[in-house]
Nanobody, 115 residues
Framework: QVQLVESGGGLVQPGGSLRLSCAAS????????RGWYRQAPGKQRELVAS???????TYADFVKGRFTISRDNAKSTVYLQMNSLKPDDTAVYYC?????????WGQGTQVTVSS
C-alpha cells in the first residue's frame, strides 16, 4: 500500500507560478512511475507529466516549456513546478503513483489561475 499527500495548490494570477509537492509513504519501493494529472470541471482527468524510475519524463503538449516535473528519491517526493500559468490550467491536480499491480492517487489539490 502507498499513501500520497499533496501540497502547494492555491490561487495565482495569470503568468504566475506554483510548485506542487507529493510525498509518498508506505511501500514506495514498489512504485515504477510517478506523475501528475489534472481534472477541470466537466472534463476528464488528464495526464500532465510523469517520470519513471529511470528518469524518463513525459509531458502533455499543453504544458511543454511551462511545467517541470522532478523527483527527490531520498524523500520519496515528486514536484511539479508550474510557470506561466494560464486560466485554462485551473483544475484539481492529482498526484499518481503506479506499481506493477496498483494505481495510487492523492486527494487532489486545487489550482486556480485567475486575475
Amino acid at each position: 500500500q502507498v499513501q500520497l499527500v499533496e501540497s502547494g495548490g492555491g490561487l495565482v494570477q495569470p503568468g504566475g507560478s506554483l510548485r506542487l509537492s507529493c510525498a509518498a509513504s508506505g511501500n514506495v519501493l514498489s512504485i515504477n512511475v510517478r506523475g501528475w494529472y489534472r481534472q477541470a470541471p466537466g472534463k476528464q482527468r488528464e495526464l500532465v507529466a510523469s517520470v519513471t524510475g529511470i528518469g524518463r519524463i513525459t509531458y502533455a503538449d499543453f504544458v511543454k516549456g511551462r511545467f517541470t516535473i522532478s523527483r527527490d528519491n531520498a524523500k520519496s517526493t515528486v514536484y511539479l513546478q508550474m510557470n506561466s500559468l494560464k486560466p485554462d490550467d485551473t483544475a484539481v491536480y492529482y498526484c499518481n503513483a503506479a506499481s506493477a499491480r496498483y494505481n495510487y492517487w492523492g486527494q487532489g489539490t486545487q489550482v486556480t489561475v485567475s486575475s
